[in-house]
């Protein structure tokens, strides 16, 4: 963890994290709903329907790094899968989305699932 | 185009700002106009946002720039349907083109009394403050404008616009350690300004070229512009001013060794800091502003002219989005 | 244990149309509704006298000193910590000397300090009132409709909770009526008003709550806080800093940083 000193040294530009997280947590909250639709539509059950919205987040932040945030973040020497380029923690990165979308996924989830089955 | 209305002029190149105020109608034109009260038209109507009307603030500047004062009248009518004409900015832009249309220094003091009035009745009118300051400036009464800009500053510490321009104001008077202590101050309320690290460093150059004050102090002084130009360059790792201004810190030969030859070309001749390191006294060591040893100052000055030599390239490349320039 | 088989329950696909439908339009309608009365309802920035901008602004300052002291080279940052100090503990910077060492005035007589616990009050207003008209008009109009099934299995303890109204025991608790269509409403928004409002809306109320429940920043130039001793905290504060400068060996991270590259 980087001491006091070194953030006075190198600052970090408060209102590029705010961004990034922004742009990070509207594109999840996005896909978990579409997700949601699909799972809906496709009669997903108890596990199997939360086993897909985990493989899918898991998978859409993947693809985010890749095409977001690996090249520009490999570039300037950080390793694979390090994030701390453009976010604060890794944690934020790779688990916050799964929680934060998880209520718009069961919305509607139900709601097509409702709609179509049920 | 619509990004750079989206910031204050200041910084745009004359060309920029012709082309600008030039679009300025077609802007006009294009964008709703009044906002109206209707809740029926509104509903159809584009939606209005906060970038709209700065835009119209930086198009009216442009234009007052560019001597385009109809397009101004336009934006500024615009600006006071939706605002009103007490709203404080709005007060400062409408004095704003009272002293564009001003024609001879009478009518300029009918503006300043204006002002006066309206800091009477509210004397934290802070955009009115300004404009006063800088009215004063621009008809050449500095003691005023430096007592009234004092003065704001007095009650409201925290405003860095006023704080350089203090600092502006004080250099074109030749205070150069005022100025410093102003910029300081802007530091101290935005720690990442790295053109305003570059200017101190400028500022503490001049300083020490005016000739004012003894070596021991010179040679401290010289060490804090080097560092701050450094800081500068490690804040924006492109920044030209910064990378010229350690090229001249490297290369600076002081007035009062009139013996040496001035050629930049003859590296061993004509830098006192490279030539010649100064004993640090005990009192800059202390504090840990002495200039560097010697290898550093190589070092530095190699880097310096590296990077400037890369960014001339680059800039005659054509290329876009140099942060410096 | 044997598996018992699912239950199926006919219903009509007008329940759709009439309950489904209208819920979750008249949830959103709110959302939005909620969010253009905080915008038009936040009141403008109330004028402040001179002396009492300057009090504020002062302590700002002082505030930025301390925690930038790191911008400035040691002979400067001296001069002002001994400046701001002497000026902080004399109280130069106080909106009415002559009163220091009083206890602060009572916030309810201040008629500043009411303005700021309206705008709280409307705030919380505008949470509460449409949450309990909507709760109230769900539970007159659409009680006792069973309305859609959940996709996963839940406990027997949701029953009472998804199946208010609907007073049959032997039901799968998966079926939901049309208050816990409510709730999942409520919960799971946020995603829409997102894309129509943008993302800093003040239409859920979960992201309200969710500040409401986070530490509230101490309300530094509240009503009913001490200005004299703020400036005294903020002298000690600058007198103990130790000070260094990000000047320090700037040339050397410079040169190093560049190698590195």
């Known amino acids: 963890m980087p001491t006091e000193r070194e953030f ?30 699909a799972a809906g539509i496709l009669g997903l059950e108890s596990y199997s329907g939360f086993l897909f919205y985990f493989i899918f987040t898991i998978l ?25 380029r453009y976010f604060r923690t890794q944690y934020e990165f790779w688990a916050g989305g799964v929680f934060g979308g998880l209520a718009g996924y069961i919305l509607t989830w139900t709601l097509f699932y409702g709609l179509v089955r049920a | 185009m619509a990004s750079s209305l989206l910031r204050p002029p200041g910084h745009l190149s004359p060309a920029t700002a012709l082309q600008l105020s030039q679009q300025a109608p077609i802007i006009i034109k294009n964008s709703p106009g009044a906002v109206t009260a209707s809740a029926l038209s509104s509903l159809f109507s584009a939606p209005e946002t906060p970038e709209l009307w700065t835009i119209y603030e930086n198009l009216l500047l442009s234009c007052l720039r560019t001597g385009d004062e109809e397009s101004a009248h336009l934006c500024l009518g615009r600006l006071v349907n939706r605002f009103g004409d007490d709203n404080e900015r709005v007060m400062a832009l409408i004095g704003l083109m009272k002293e564009a249309d001003a024609t001879d220094d009478a009518t300029l003091e009918v503006v300043l009394k204006e002002y006066e009035a309206l800091l009477q009745e509210n004397p934290t009118n802070i955009p009115i403050v300004k404009r006063r300051v800088a009215l004063l400036r621009s008809i050449g009464r500095i003691p005023d404008a430096v007592t009234a800009l004092t003065g704001l500053l007095d009650f409201s510490p925290t405003d860095s616009e006023a704080w350089s321009e203090l600092s502006d104001i004080y250099f074109s008077q030749g205070l150069y350690s005022q100025a410093i202590f102003a910029l300081e101050e802007v530091l101290v309320l935005q720690p990442n300004a790295w053109n305003i690290h570059a200017r101190i460093g400028e500022l503490l150059l001049m300083s020490v070229k005016s000739g004012s004050g003894d070596q021991n102090d010179s040679a401290k002084q010289l060490g804090e512009a080097l560092k701050r130009f450094c800081r500068s360059i490690e804040l924006c790792d492109d920044y030209l001013r910064g990378y010229y201004g350690l090229k001249l810190v490297c290369f600076y030969d002081p007035p009062y060794r009139p013996s ?21 006294p005990k009192q800059a060591e202390s504090d840990g502003l002495a200039p560097p040893n010697l290898s550093t100052l190589q070092k530095l000055d190699g880097l310096a002219t590296e990077k400037l030599g890369e960014i001339t390239r680059r800039f005659t490349a054509g290329e876009k989005g140099l942060a410096g320039l | 244990m044997a598996q018992l088989p699912p239950q199926t329950i006919q219903r009509d696909p007008q329940l759709f149309y009439w309950i489904l439908f209208p819920i979750t339009v008249v949830m959103i309608l709110t959302g939005i509704l909620r969010h253009y009365a905080t915008v038009l309802m936040a009141s403008p920035p109330k004028k402040v006298e001179q002396p009492a901008l300057k009090e504020q602004r002062s302590l700002m300052h002082g505030v930025a000193v301390r925690s930038n002291f790191h911008v400035l080279t040691a002979p400067s940052f001296k001069a002002r910590r001994e400046f701001l100090t002497t000026a902080f503990e004399s109280g130069a910077y106080l909106k009415d000397p002559e009163r220091r ?82 709730f999942l409403c409520y919960f799971g928004l946020q995603f829409v008003f997102n894309f129509l409002l943008g993302s800093d809306n003040a239409a859920s109320q979960m992201a309200q709550q969710m500040q409401g429940m986070a530490p509230q920043a101490p309300n530094m130039f509240g009503p009913g806080v001490d200005a004299d001793k703020q400036f005294q905290a903020e002298a000690e504060n600058l007198a103990v800093i130790k000070h260094y400068s990000v000047l320090d060996d700037v040339e050397q991270r410079l040169l190093e940083g560049i190698k590195t590259r």
């Open chain 1, 60 to 84: 859409t932040t993947i693809l985010f790094y890749t095409f977001r945030v690996a090249p520009t973040s490999l570039k300037s020497g950080l390793g694979a899968f390090d994030t701390s």
């Open chain 3, 101 to 182: 060492g009083q206890p602060p005035a009572n916030p309810m007589t201040d008629p500043g300090a009411m303005d700021g616990m309206m705008g709280m009050m409307k705030n919380n207003m505008a949470m509460m009132v449409p949450n309990t008209l909507i709760m109230s008009w769900i539970n007159t109009f659409f009680s006792g409709f069973v309305i859609l099934k959940l996709p996963f299995p839940i406990t027997i303890k949701f029953k009472s909770m998804l199946q208010a109204g609907v007073a049959t025991k032997e039901m799968d608790p998966r079926w939901m009526s049309s208050i816990s269509w409510y």
């Open chain 1, 8 to 37: 006075q040294v190198a600052p970090i530009v408060p209102e590029s994290v705010m961004h990034n997280t922004k742009a990070l947590s509207n594109l999840q909250s996005l896909t978990a709903s579409i997700f949601g639709v």
């Open chain 2, 260 to 280: 040496k030859a001035v050629g930049l070309t003859s590296r061993k001749t004509t830098t006192q800091l490279l030539n010649d390191p100064p004993k640090p």
